[in-house]
């Protein structure tokens, strides 16, 4: 009798043992933590109403990826952080976009976008989220993102 219970110890440590060691292998695991997104906003301050071309590099990861650009300060309004998809979109509805607006292309691989300024000064915060697409066994995606901070001013100096 000791001897089934002794086995059957060995068993169940042996199930528990092989079960962290797929956990530690995992791919995924620490995934967002290890992969970084900046987003290079170019020349700053820009006047309302202006352009300005954006870039996201993603280091860390280079599997199968989609991303997406939001501004952070539209979470509350009624539009989906007031970024469009420029192949779809056809009248941007800037009402509802106090805070400027962005379009992009989310099949470009290039990771850019225009963020259009709204008609008032602020600081507002652009964001692109990186979504890392799992394949094969791994089914999972997970994301993460970077932000920076985009400074719209009616005063901007000019340098001589």
Known sequence: ???FAILGIAVVAIVLSSCEHKRSNDP???ASSAVRVDVNTGEQPVRPEETLVMTATVSGYSGLQKGTWRIEE???TSHDACAFDIRTTRNVPVTD???GYILFDPHSSSKSATFHASKFPGTFH???VLEMIGTGRFDRSVRTSGTAAV???DAIAVSE
Do not use: E, K, L, N
């Open 28 to 30: 995924w695991s620490g």
């Open 74 to 76: 539209t979470q509350q």
């Open 151 to 153: 400074t719209v001013s």
């Open 1 to 3: 009798m000791r001897i």
């Open 126 to 128: 652009v964001t692109y």
């Open 97 to 99: 976009c106090p805070f």
